[in-house]
C-alpha cells in the first residue's frame, strides 16, 4: 500500500554533498517510520539511517559510518523523506535504499521491520 521512488542520486567528487529524496505515495506516510539504506558492489546491504514515525517532529539515528555527515528528515506534508549527505567519501559509493515500516521499531537498524523498498538510486563518490 505504500510506493517509494527515490531520487537525487549521481556522481560527486569526494569532499561534496548530495540530497536523496524519497517520494511515497499512499496514505498516512507519517504513521510509517523510514529508514534508508545502502549497497555497495560486492557487499550486503548496510543501515545507513532511520528517523521515526511522527506527525511532526521524529527522533533520528545513524550508523557509526555517517553520523556526523548524514541526516536523514521528513516532511510528511509532501509524503517525503529526505537524506541529506555532506563530507562524502568514496566509501560511500552505493545504490541507496529508501524503505518505510509500520509494525516495530526495535530493530530499525535491521532490514526486518521494513515492509516497503524503493527501487534505489545510484550514488558515485570519486576521489
Known amino acids: 500500500q505504500v510506493q517509494l521512488v527515490e531520487s537525487g542520486g549521481g556522481l560527486v567528487q569526494a569532499g561534496g554533498s548530495l540530497r536523496l529524496s524519497c517520494a511515497a505515495s499512499?496514505?498516512?506516510?507519517?504513521?510509517?517510520?523510514m529508514g534508508w539504506f545502502r549497497q555497495a558492489p560486492g557487499k550486503e546491504r548496510d543501515f545507513v539511517a532511520h528517523?521515526?514515525?511522527?506527525?511532526?517532529?521524529?527522533?533520528?539515528y545513524y550508523a557509526d559510518s555517517v553520523k556526523g555527515r548524514f541526516t536523514i528528515s521528513r516532511d510528511n506534508a509532501k509524503n517525503t523523506v529526505y537524506l541529506q549527505m555532506n563530507s562524502l567519501k568514496p566509501e560511500d559509493t552505493a545504490v541507496y535504499y529508501c524503505?518505510?515500516?509500520?509494525?516495530?521499531?526495535?530493530?530499525?537498524?535491521?532490514?526486518?521491520?521494513?515492509?516497503?523498498w524503493g527501487q534505489g538510486t545510484q550514488v558515485t563518490v570519486s576521489s
Open positions: 528517523i521515526s514515525r511522527s506527525l511532526s517532529l521524529s527522533s533520528t
Open positions: 524503505a518505510a515500516g509500520y509494525y516495530g521499531t526495535s530493530h530499525y537498524s535491521t532490514e526486518r521491520p521494513y515492509d516497503y
Open positions: 499512499g496514505r498516512s506516510f507519517s504513521s510509517y517510520f
